[in-house]
């Protein structure tokens, strides 16, 4: 990924599409792990799974860096045995320090999303560490300004462009997943591979993003 798009860069809005249930969460929870894991630090605004989902899939994530392919499922649901616990118990420890915030809020609005990344950045750098990635998963759950309500075009433009200021202004890079229009599953072609106007419900998106 990184040949392809030539890294993430200071100031980039990169936008992680794709229809539910795709993966969009597992990948970009993979690029965090591995910022932070590279001493990065990385604030994850998770607006659908929970810190404790999320730390479920970063443990399976690095159970299979060790070597051993624990299926999120099934930690999730507890069916794992002895060994694959201890694994489970080796991974999160490896992760318990690394530089990685998650703010679990439900549906937070842009002012809330804005300051807890420049809290995260003070905390970080307290620490010697600097913020290298914002994450948010996903853009059509965040909470725009009231005068938008109701006009979801008008929303997601705000939040859109928003969210691209703010990697500009604190010079870091952010990650964005983006649900797709669901038209595209019914589309009468053979090749139903998405394209840019397949991203939902405001062409901003497009417009804001550096990389799609």
């Given at each position: 990924?990184?040949?392809?798009?030539?890294?993430?860069?200071?100031?980039?809005?990169?936008?992680?599409?794709?229809?539910?249930?795709?993966?969009?969460?597992?990948?970009?929870?993979?690029?965090?792990?591995?910022?932070?894991?590279?001493?990065?630090?990385?604030?994850?605004?998770?607006?659908?799974?929970?810190?404790?989902?999320?730390?479920?899939?970063?443990?399976?994530?690095?159970?299979?860096?060790?070597?051993?392919?624990?299926?999120?499922?099934?930690?999730?649901?507890?069916?794992?045995?002895?060994?694959?616990?201890?694994?489970?118990?080796?991974?999160?420890?490896?992760?318990?320090?690394?530089?990685?915030?998650?703010?679990?809020?439900?549906?937070?609005?842009?002012?809330?999303?804005?300051?807890?990344?420049?809290?995260?950045?003070r905390q970080f750098e307290a620490r010697g560490v600097p913020l290298r990635l914002l994450v948010v998963d996903?853009?059509?759950?965040?909470?725009?300004?009231?005068?938008?309500?109701?006009?979801?075009?008008?929303?997601?433009?705000?939040?859109?462009?928003?969210?691209?200021?703010?990697?500009?202004?604190?010079?870091?890079?952010?990650?964005?997943?983006?649900?797709?229009?669901?038209?595209?599953?019914?589309?009468?072609?053979?090749?139903?591979?998405?394209?840019?106007?397949?991203?939902?419900?405001?062409?901003?998106?497009?417009?804001?993003?550096?990389?799609?």
């Amino acid at each position: 990924l990184d040949g392809a798009i030539g890294g993430a860069h200071p100031g980039d809005s990169i936008i992680v599409a794709g229809r539910p249930g795709m993966g969009k969460s597992a990948l970009v929870a993979g690029i965090s792990r591995n910022v932070a894991l590279a001493g990065g630090g990385v604030l994850y605004v998770s607006c659908e799974m929970t810190n404790e989902q999320l730390g479920r899939r970063l443990t399976t994530d690095h159970a299979r860096d060790l070597g051993f392919a624990i299926p999120y499922q099934s930690l999730r649901s507890g069916k794992i045995d002895a060994a694959q616990y201890e694994i489970c118990q080796r991974a999160e420890q490896a992760l318990a320090d690394i530089p990685l915030l998650i703010d679990d809020r439900r549906k937070p609005p842009l002012p809330q999303i804005i300051a807890s990344a420049k809290r995260a950045q003070r905390q970080f750098e307290a620490r010697g560490v600097p913020l290298r990635l914002l994450v948010v998963d996903h853009m059509q759950l965040v909470a725009a300004p009231r005068e938008y309500k109701g006009n979801r075009v008008s929303e997601v433009t705000e939040v859109s462009g928003e969210l691209k200021a703010l990697a500009r202004d604190m010079g870091i890079p952010i990650l964005v997943c983006s649900q797709l229009n669901r038209d595209l599953e019914g589309r009468d072609v053979k090749d139903k591979r998405p394209t840019l106007r397949d991203l939902r419900e405001s062409g901003a998106i497009e417009q804001d993003a550096d990389i799609v």
